[in-house]
């Protein structure tokens, strides 16, 4: 079965400590990519990658990092969350020139600083 | 102007009703379009991909004109189950790059 997985679903964390959301998919797709989702604001792209060791920055990169060091992982790491980063957080992924190309998210990660 | 325009409603509309949302972009180099639906605070979901031909699935009809740089999402006799965010969704570019569209919430009224 075609599966983008996220973990951790559900996230409390404090200030300043370091954590990392992990993405995983097995449909063999170059294209990854994270979106965080805030009310009123719709889905706002963190970085992508268009495959291993290719990675860019999307809209709202400020206080994340990625790395993309096998092609189905894109972790997505938070070095020093704060506040300003509680959101709901999805992983997608796809193979934009394949004849099926379509965008498969994982279930999302809500994630809560304090 | 905005890479993509979506008109963020809401529609509130009575069940059996006709409803009818579009997007504008306005990278002509865009190259295929989705429409994807979101329920509340869960995952985007494929409903369908826009063809330049336009396309049907049951109550539901996309058509993409690139002349006017827009796609559409019509639904017929709508449901109460059709209550959700619709989002558009392209691909452009030579590097495909993925761009949303903010979502335009619909709900369906008994």
């Known amino acids: 079965e075609a599966q983008v997985t996220q973990n951790p679903r559900y996230l409390i964390t404090v200030t300043g400590k370091k954590l990392t959301v992990t993405c995983s998919q097995n449909m063999n797709h170059e294209y990854m990519s994270w979106y965080r989702q805030d009310p009123g604001l719709g889905l706002r792209q963190i970085y992508y990658?268009?495959?291993?060791?290719?990675?860019d920055k999307g809209d709202v990169p400020e206080g994340y990092k990625v790395s993309r060091k096998e092609k189905r992982n894109f972790p997505l790491i938070l070095e020093s969350p704060s506040p300003n980063q509680t959101s709901l957080y999805f992983c997608?992924?796809?193979?934009?020139?394949?004849?099926?190309?379509?965008?498969?998210f994982g279930e999302g990660s809500w994630l809560t600083v304090v | 102007r905005k890479e993509v325009e979506q008109d963020p409603g809401p529609f509130n509309v009575p069940e059996g009703a006709t409803v009818a949302f579009n997007c504008t972009y306005s990278?002509?180099?865009?190259?295929?379009f989705f429409w994807y639906r979101q329920d509340c605070r869960k995952e985007p979901k494929l409903l369908m991909s826009?063809?330049?031909s336009g396309n049907e699935d049951g109550r539901f009809t996309a058509q993409l004109n690139r002349a006017s740089q827009y796609i559409s999402l019509l639904i017929r006799d709508s449901k109460l189950s059709d209550s959700a965010t619709y989002l558009c969704?392209?691909?452009?570019?030579?590097?495909?790059?993925?761009?949303f569209g903010s979502g335009t919430q619909l709900t369906v009224l008994p």
């Open positions: 969704v392209f691909y452009s570019g030579s590097a495909r790059q993925l761009t």
């Open positions: 826009v063809y330049s």
């Open positions: 997608a992924s796809s193979s934009p020139g394949a004849t099926d190309n379509t965008i498969y």
């Open positions: 990278n002509s180099a865009s190259q295929s």
């Open positions: 990658s268009m495959n291993v060791e290719v990675t």
